[in-house]
């Protein structure tokens, strides 16, 4: 079954400073991924999808991430975090659509 | 146009009650996604249904847990004799289906169980 491992429950970086977020993917067949976002009680905001069109995907919000096989990883990075990217990020992959397979999420903290 | 609705935001039940949790699709999705999320923890997958069908359920407790999704109305998640262990957050996700990758989340109802 498919299966994502996200690297670090908690990343905090200055306001300004890259980011990067860390999910690797385990799939038996070419699958497609996701990051999603979620604010304090609220749900979840697709922030960009990679379904084999292109290696690199650019999402909301200024983040993007690279699709690498002989990796197999989907990282999310953005140049400069911002006060408001403090979120919970998730890295989700589905094969099928049937059932999406979410990461245990990783929380950004962006300090002044 | 609305997304994915959600009801009750908040549902605080007794030990051995009865939980319903309603979720209504975006307009024109025919799939339905149920996930929990426990606190700290990702999201799980629990059930996914069609109008009328449930297509995998490979997520969803054996006992105390049912799912359905009528022909009218929103699908409901249903939790009978709620214990401690059910207090979660609860997610729907809807889709248009027929390959569509992309699932759209509502804002989840918060399960308390005193």
């Known amino acids: 079954a498919q299966s994502v491992t996200q690297l670090g429950s908690h990343v905090s970086v200055s306001e300004g400073a890259l980011v990067l977020l860390r999910c690797n993917y385990s799939s038996s067949v070419p699958p497609y991924l996701f990051w999603y976002v979620q604010y304090p009680n609220q749900g979840l905001q697709l922030l960009l999808k990679?379904?084999?069109?292109?290696?690199l995907v650019k999402g909301i919000n200024g983040f993007e991430a690279e699709f690498k096989k002989s990796e197999t990883s989907f990282h999310l990075t953005k140049p400069s975090a911002h006060m408001s990217d403090a979120a919970e990020y998730f890295c989700?992959?589905?094969?099928?659509?049937?059932?999406?397979?979410f990461g245990a999420g990783t929380r950004l903290t962006v300090k002044p | 146009n609305a997304g994915v609705m959600q009801n009750p935001r908040h549902l605080v039940r007794r030990r051995g009650q009865e939980a319903r949790l309603r979720c209504s699709p975006m307009?024109?999705?025919?799939?339905v996604y149920w996930y929990r999320q426990l606190p700290e923890e990702g999201l799980k997958f629990m059930v996914y249904?069609?109008?009328?069908?449930?297509?995998?359920e490979s997520g969803m407790p054996k006992e105390r847990f049912s799912a359905e999704f009528p022909k009218e109305g929103p699908s409901i998640l249903r939790i009978q004799q709620v214990v401690r262990g059910d207090s979660a957050a609860y997610f729907c996700a809807s889709s248009l289906g027929q390959g569509s990758t992309e699932q759209y989340f509502g804002p989840g109802t918060r399960l308390t169980v005193t």
């Open positions: 989700a992959v589905t094969i099928n659509n049937n059932d999406m397979r």
């Open positions: 990679y379904t084999s069109a292109a290696t």
């Open positions: 307009k024109g999705h025919s799939h």
């Open positions: 249904l069609q109008k009328e069908n449930i297509i995998d």
